[in-house]
């Protein structure tokens, strides 16, 4: 059932909303016969006074500054972008002040500069995707010193400035691809992980999956010297991309699986033809829409959908409750790995958030 609002009880009431906030969290300046009927609707519809609501209503300002990619730099910051828009929309009556900092997904320099300027504006709270670890580690140092909290999405980073971390454990994701490609390979395939982004030790939300891989294999008495992880830096030249993955098959003569780290599989699969396409077992992650097309092609076998929506919309509301209520946070906070084929990804392509 729809949860009644404010905004219902004034389209009944044909009065503000401003009118019914002032009757419902009793602050007057309202006629006694506008007021009993408010009331009464409210009571016909059995409405629920939103605490948090009232809460922002009635105390100061406060800011959140959102530090993040800009979603032109890729496709997969629309996901978290669109979580984001919907919280910040659920709460935009109550006087919260939302900035956003965006850099470019590739430009470490500028994540630098963009977060600096963010703790350095004082915020009540930041909301960070850390996608440069090193980086990220310093400016969060400095966001200590300034006592500045942080919630981190998408890349799990340790430190003690962080109030809470919302996203995928990569490491868990990385052991439940092993257990996805165990069940089709034989005893010589090779399997390559394809990391096309910067590289994976600046980044532990790609290097995790690797160990999580390797973890499996030796968990399970396989051979891990047949995990190969590659960084692919120029993966936005076509012509370099198509070069770099001849040159992966003359070197890999028994490759078997294809595991990109990141959502960006579309940016090879579309180079190669079907044929090619169908030899090997091929995992990504994430329900864009490039991978989806492709995963109904059947030229990807399993997406693992890391929940970006949810990673947005979730570190929104976990900053509000935070600076609203001061309440203590879970410091970890791990989505679902759902695993995505051909036949389920319909339920995924719709996200619900709620």
């Known amino acids: 059932m729809k949860r009644v609002t404010i905004k219902d009880i004034a389209k009944l009431a044909n009065v503000s909303r401003g009118t019914v906030d002032r009757v419902i969290n009793n602050r007057g300046k309202v006629s006694k016969d506008v007021e009993k009927r408010i009331l009464q609707i409210a009571k016909d519809l059995n409405y629920k ?9 009635s105390t100061k300002t406060h800011r959140i500054v959102i ?4 979603e032109s730099s890729d496709i997969f910051w629309e996901l978290p972008k669109k979580g984001m828009d919907k919280a910040i929309d659920s709460i935009k009556d109550y006087g919260i002040i939302f900035d ?3 850099f470019n997904l590739f430009d470490k320099e500028e994540f630098k500069t963009q977060f600096k300027k963010a703790i350095d504006s004082l915020p009540d709270i930041i909301i960070l995707a850390p996608l440069f670890w090193k980086e990220s580690l310093k400016l969060l140092e400095y966001a200590k010193k300034k006592q500045v909290p942080i919630i981190t999405f998408n890349s799990e980073v340790e430190h003690d400035s962080i109030l809470s971390y919302i996203g995928q454990n990569s490491y868990k994701s990385g052991y439940l691809v092993g257990k ?7 005893h010589r395939d090779e399997i390559v992980m394809l990391n096309l982004a910067h590289k994976a030790t600046n980044a532990p939300h790609y290097s995790g999956k690797y160990y999580g891989l390797i973890d499996y294999f030796k968990d399970n008495a396989l051979d891990e ?3 190969h992880l590659y960084d692919v830096k120029n993966f936005r030249n076509e012509f370099k991309l198509k070069l770099f993955y001849q040159n992966l098959k003359k070197k890999h003569p028994y490759l078997k699986v294809l595991f990109f ?3 960006r599989a579309y940016k090879l699969l579309n180079l190669l033809d079907e044929d090619e396409i169908n030899k090997y077992i091929i995992i990504g992650f994430d329900t864009i829409e490039p991978n989806v097309k492709l995963l109904k092609e059947n030229k990807i076998d399993f997406l693992i959908n890391q929940n970006p929506i949810q990673q947005g919309f979730k570190s929104v509301i976990l900053g509000i409750d935070y600076i609203i209520h001061k309440k203590s946070t879970q410091s970890k906070q791990y989505l679902p790995l759902d695993i995505v084929v051909k036949e ?3 339920f995924y392509i719709d996200e619900t958030i709620l």
């Open 100 to 102: 956003s900092w965006k």
């Open 261 to 263: 780290t990141n959502s």
């Open 67 to 70: 530090v993040c990619p800009d």
């Open 49 to 57: 006074k939103n605490i948090l609501a009232s809460r922002l209503a």
């Open 225 to 227: 010297k047949r995990i």
């Open 344 to 346: 389920n990804v319909e």
């Open 180 to 186: 996805l490609i165990n069940m089709g390979l034989n």
